[in-house]
């Protein structure tokens, strides 16, 4: 069974540009969330989406924004990029009724 | 969520138990008690998890203080590739971190 998939794995921008990251979860799991990971902050929770409709938001600005789409694949994005936004980014993805999220590899974005 | 609280790093020499602790004073009675690791690029694998009985799978054991006020992973034979960071959360659902916070966790280093 594959595994979470993230794609792209590395990425440089630069700052007021726009970015679009992807996720394909496991076969079956319906639910994905996506994470920030930078070393000052730790690992800090985005958003969830579950059926196409975002069910749980963290404390991000609006700039951050996200969809699923109805293969369960989904996608976020930053708008007007920032140097703080530099991070890992990390999708998981969870059946709904049990078992506990998986990881992927995450997306490196270097906003510079 | 409630907190977590989790020594900083710790070492261990190869082939020899790993005890690593995780105190949640405030933890509450519904929280769930999650243990991931995440070794260098890649995302948080998901090692264990439990609510009040300690668990075993194949990769390590959860014993969970009566109180539940904290916990221990033990790894029963720590190799090189055990070595990671380590973190403890607690969730109030099972399938979903949403409004958890990683923190730091606890970086084991395996000597060989």
């Known amino acids: 069974k594959a595994g979470v998939t993230q794609t792209p794995r590395y990425l440089i921008k630069t700052r007021g540009q726009q970015v679009t990251l992807s996720c394909s979860p496991i076969?079956?799991?319906?639910?994905v969330s996506w994470y920030q990971q930078t070393p000052g902050q730790g690992l800090q929770f985005l958003f969830e989406?579950?059926?196409?409709?975002?069910?749980n938001k963290g404390n991000f600005p609006g700039r951050f924004s996200g969809r699923q789409f109805s293969n369960s694949r989904s996608e976020m994005n930053v708008s007007t990029l920032e140097l703080g936004d530099s991070a890992l980014y990390l999708c998981a993805s969870s059946p709904e009724s049990a078992g506990t999220p998986a990881f992927g590899s995450g997306t490196q974005l270097s906003v510079l | 969520d409630a907190k977590t609280t989790q020594p900083n790093s710790m070492e261990s020499n190869e082939e020899e138990p790993v005890h690593l602790p995780c105190n949640h004073s405030t933890i509450s009675g519904t929280d769930y008690i999650h243990w991931y690791r995440q070794l260098p690029s890649q995302g948080p694998e998901y090692v264990i998890h439990g609510l009040t009985s300690n668990v075993n799978n194949r990769m390590a054991s959860l014993a969970i203080a009566e109180d539940r006020k904290s916990s221990t992973l033990i790894l029963h034979r720590a190799t090189l590739r055990d070595a990671a960071v380590y973190y403890c959360?607690?969730?109030?659902?099972?399938?979903?971190?949403?409004?958890?916070?990683f923190g730091p966790g606890t970086s084991l280093s395996v000597i060989p």
């Open positions: 076969s079956g799991h319906r639910s």
């Open positions: 959360i607690l969730s109030a659902r099972e399938t979903s971190y949403d409004k958890v916070i």
């Open positions: 989406y579950f059926s196409e409709t975002q069910r």
